[in-house]
């Protein structure tokens, strides 16, 4: 069965720290990888995508690398804010379950000011 | 481009009604993905279509939902005889290519908030 983990499921941090959000998948034969972001009540805003040939992508202050092998993905949010604080989410597009998008669960962010 | 549209955004149904749920996806996306979100659990994929065609309803349930995208007009998510276990939010998601395409990016609209009462 084809699943995506994140860790951890909640994060508390200070204004200013770096921080890494994890995902995990069971099969390395993807498509490609997207992180969203999720506000309470509010729908999804893709940050990145990453497709099976990269190793990773940038926007801003998020980096998120892919590494296929060991079934990984991280998202890296540097000098991390209040704004930043939402739910993270990541979500897998698999070879073989094509067309649909297999999510985490996501983390819960807090950036406390 | 404004984006992917869902209307309306909360909806509230005693059960036993009916409930349809709209999308519009964003201009020059062909593809449509419907999704579900329940309380504190993740989004589980429900429904692909493409103009006229069901492609992937492996994560619909078999009985009381359907879902269609007419040629003209936005994509139609339609739970019959709505029960409170169908109180969840609703995505639509849009993208250009299929899935199937490595570069594809899905876009996300802002969901629909169903409320069975």
């Known amino acids: 069965k084809q699943e995506v983990t994140q860790i951890p499921a909640a994060l508390s941090v200070p204004e200013g720290e770096n921080l890494v959000l994890n995902c995990s998948f069971t099969d390395s034969a993807i498509y490609n990888l997207q992180w969203f972001r999720q506000d309470p009540g509010k729908g999804l805003t893709s940050l990145l995508l990453?497709?099976?040939?990269?190793r990773e992508q940038t926007s801003g202050r998020l980096n998120a690398s892919l590494d296929k092998s060991s079934g990984r993905s991280t998202l890296y949010i540097a000098a991390s804010q209040p704004g930043d604080s939402a739910t993270y989410l990541c979500a897998v597009g698999f070879r073989d379950s094509s067309y649909k998008l297999i999510f985490g669960s996501g983390t819960r962010l807090l950036v406390r000011p | 481009n404004a984006g992917v549209m869902q209307n309306p955004r909360h909806l509230v149904r005693r059960r036993g009604q009916e409930a349809r749920l709209r999308c519009s996806p964003m201009?020059?996306?062909?593809?449509v993905y419907w999704y579900r979100q329940l309380p504190e659990e993740g989004l589980k994929f429900m429904v692909y279509l493409q103009k006229e065609n069901i492609i992937d309803e492996s994560g619909m349930p078999k009985e009381r939902f359907s879902a269609e995208f007419p040629k003209e007009g936005p994509s139609i998510l339609r739970i019959q005889q709505v029960v409170r276990g169908d109180s969840a939010a609703y995505f639509c998601?849009?993208?250009?290519?299929?899935?199937?395409?490595?570069?594809?990016?899905?876009?996300f609209g802002q969901g629909t908030r169903l409320t069975v009462v």
């Open positions: 201009k020059g996306h062909s593809h």
């Open positions: 990453i497709q099976s040939s990269q």
């Open positions: 998601a849009s993208s250009k290519t299929g899935q199937g395409v490595m570069n594809t990016e899905a876009f």
